[in-house]
């Protein structure tokens, strides 16, 4: 069973353009890439960088409200 996640497009065309020369075949291949290496890692980013993240990734108008 699957589930749908909304981005803007223009931040997937972002990523789009990322990718061109990365060895990803797809942005959901990469995004899936980013959440297990995220979720492996022994190091976790606080509560407060995300928030950082959030906000910067807002003010790019990658993210709403």
Request: proline content about 2%; hydrophobic content about 30%.
């Given at each position: 069973?699957?589930?749908?996640?909304?981005?803007?497009?223009?931040?997937?065309?972002?990523?789009?353009?990322?990718?061109?020369?990365?060895?990803?075949?797809?942005?959901?291949?990469?995004?899936?890439?980013?959440?297990?290496k995220?979720?492996?890692?022994?190091?976790?980013?606080?509560?407060?960088?995300?928030?950082?993240?959030?906000?910067?990734?807002?003010?790019?108008g990658?993210?709403?409200?």
């Amino acid at each position: 069973e699957y589930t749908t996640v909304s981005f803007k497009k223009e931040f997937i065309d972002d990523l789009e353009d990322y990718l061109d020369d990365k060895p990803f075949t797809s942005v959901k291949s990469f995004l899936k890439h980013l959440a297990v290496k995220d979720m492996e890692a022994e190091e976790k980013i606080s509560e407060e960088e995300a928030k950082e993240i959030y906000q910067k990734l807002e003010k790019l108008g990658y993210l709403d409200r």
